[in-house]
T-cell receptor
């Protein structure tokens, strides 16, 4: 069945460091891919998405490119801030047809230190 | 506008008791989801409602878990004879039934079974 694997945390970085959080998926066909973020004390919210191969999703300085050949959707940011400290979830969805649910990875905790 | 609302925000119950968790989705969102978030386990899909179609119950972990959605709006997740392993954060989400529209999550109900 479909699944998402993301790097385990916690990831601890200094402010202005470069961030990569790896995410790979297993799925047939062409799912849509998402990154969700959960800030402390808040609910999950969509960070960015990509719906087809080679699409790049971006938001708030974060980027991720849908790589069909490597079945990956790694999250990157060039210069992190303390306010980026949160848990990041990679997810895939295949809307339409028999299923309409999002499948999530286990989440990666990012801690950015000043 | 108002987001997804869940109540209670915290619930402590004794083992063996029944609990009901409530979700009020965003107005106009026809799709409603329940997920469970356990420490180190990521987000586990429980159940999905779409309009008047039969719900997708494939993620419910046992027959102690059930959910209903009345009038296509408010949903209640019921856990009977709670066990300690049911302790988790229960998240509700809703979305429009348009292609690739994102999930909007509530802040969750933290359930603790003592």
């Amino acid at each position: 069945g479909d699944s998402v694997t993301q790097m385990e945390g916690p990831v601890t970085l200094s402010e202005e460091a470069f961030l990569t959080i790896n995410c790979t998926y297993t799925a047939t066909g062409y799912p849509s891919l998402f990154w969700y973020v959960q800030y402390p004390g808040e609910g999950l919210q969509l960070l960015l998405k990509a719906t087809k191969a080679d699409d790049k999703g971006s938001n708030k300085g974060f980027e991720a490119t849908y790589r069909k050949e490597t079945t990956s959707f790694h999250l990157e940011k060039g210069s992190v801030q303390v306010s980026d400290s949160a848990v990041y979830f990679c997810a895939l969805a295949r809307y339409g047809g028999a299923t309409n649910k999002l499948i999530f990875g286990t989440g990666t905790l990012l801690a950015v230190q000043p | 506008g108002a987001g997804v609302s869940q109540s209670p925000s915290n619930k402590v119950t004794e083992k063996g008791k029944d609990v009901e968790l409530r979700c009020d989705p965003i107005s106009g969102h026809t799709a409603l989801y329940w997920y469970r978030q356990s420490l180190g386990q990521g987000l586990e899909f429980l159940i999905y409602f779409q309009g008047n179609s039969a719900p997708d119950k494939s993620g419910l972990p046992s027959d102690r878990f059930s959910a209903e959605r009345t009038g296509g709006s408010v949903s209640t997740l019921t856990i009977q004879r709670t066990q300690q392993e049911d302790s988790a954060v229960y998240l509700c989400a809703s979305r429009l039934e348009t292609y690739n529209s994102p999930l909007h999550f509530g802040n969750g109900t933290r359930l603790t079974v003592t």
